[in-house]
């Protein structure tokens, strides 16, 4: 059995909805305010850490945007 923290469960249950929200084509400062973030910035800095990309990024590298 996987043993992960809390914390890191949480921050993965937290991208699997923003991603979802994302995909819907939901704006990064729209998915960003409904995920409980002060700023669009604040979510984009944790989205880069874990992902290794912008959240505009995906959105362009997945082809929803443009």
Aim: glycine fraction near 10%; avoid cysteine.
């Amino acid at each position: 059995m996987l043993s992960v923290p809390y914390y890191a469960m949480d921050i993965i249950k937290g991208l699997v909805l923003a991603l979802a929200l994302l995909a819907e084509g939901r704006s990064v400062t729209q998915v960003a305010m409904e995920m409980g973030y002060d700023s669009s910035a604040a979510f984009s800095t944790m989205f880069r850490r874990v992902l290794g990309q912008a959240p505009s990024s995906y959105l362009t590298e997945d082809g929803r945007d443009g």
